[in-house]
């Protein structure tokens, strides 16, 4: 099925989530257009994929201003947090429940409007206060109206990574799934070497007499080297 223009302003959105969960160090100087980003993020949540025939939920992002007043260094960081939680929760449940950050106003309002005469009545959702939850609805929005799957959001297989990633294609079954090729290659070696040593344990159990030693091995392999 072609993908929509929509849907690849979604998936974009989604990309950068990702990016974002896997910065390692906010750095104060990268800080504030952080702030600005988040702005656009829930920004772009709301209007993308609005049709005369869609239903929309909208999530109104407010004036930039005053969002990233509320984004204070402290909340930069939650958000931070809070993002990586979900998209394990997507990657490894299929399933993202969300819950009002304890900073929001427990007050939830909701709204239906249609955006232009000949579209039809689409719902929104305000959160005041709180860029926190705000931000966290952008994420389930943009997941929601991608077009991804659930098999599409992946946490890398090789032990050691666990990177969340997007597959660009459906994956193959019964296959391990993994974030790049250098993972992959890592993973094929371990099993590689994994095979190899219970080959060599395997032979010490069927003849121990012939069972290489470590200090025979060594030699051997330094003769090949030469």
């Given amino acids: 099925m072609k993908i929509t223009d929509p849907e690849v302003a979604h998936l974009q959105q989604v990309h950068w989530a990702i990016q974002f969960a896997?910065?390692?160090?906010?750095?104060?100087?990268?800080?504030?257009?952080?702030?600005?980003?988040?702005?656009?993020f829930v920004r772009e949540s709301s209007f993308h994929?609005?049709?005369?025939?869609?239903?929309?939920?909208?999530?109104?992002?407010?004036?930039?201003?005053?969002?990233?007043?509320?984004?204070?260094?402290?909340?930069?960081?939650?958000?931070h947090r809070e993002i990586k939680k979900a998209l394990a929760a997507f990657a490894d449940e299929s399933f993202f429940a969300m819950e009002?950050?304890?900073?929001?106003?427990?007050?939830v309002g909701f709204q239906w409007q249609a955006l232009l005469p000949h579209y039809r009545f689409g719902q929104s959702v305000s959160i005041s206060q709180d860029p926190i939850s705000q931000v966290l609805l952008a994420l389930g929005l943009h997941v929601e109206h991608s077009g991804l799957t659930?098999?599409?959001?992946?946490?890398?297989?090789r032990s050691g990574c666990d990177r969340i990633f997007l597959r660009e294609r459906a994956p193959q079954k019964g296959r391990d799934q993994f974030c790049s090729l250098a993972c992959a290659r890592l993973a094929a070696k371990r099993r590689y070497l994994e095979r190899e040593e219970k080959k060599g344990a395997k032979l010490t159990r069927a003849n121990p007499l012939r069972a290489p030693s470590a200090d025979r091995r060594a030699k051997t392999k330094k003769k090949r080297n030469r």
Wanted: hydrophobic letters at 35%; glycine letters at 8%; one cysteine or more.
């Fill in 22 to 40: 896997q910065e390692m160090d906010l750095e104060k100087s990268r800080r504030d257009l952080l702030k600005i980003r988040l702005h656009e």
């Fill in 49 to 79: 994929g609005a049709s005369p025939g869609e239903h929309q939920v909208f999530n109104p992002a407010g004036d930039l201003e005053a969002f990233v007043g509320l984004v204070t260094d402290d909340r930069l960081i939650e958000i």
């Fill in 100 to 107: 009002l950050s304890e900073k929001a106003s427990k007050r």
């Fill in 150 to 157: 659930g098999e599409r959001i992946r946490r890398c297989a």
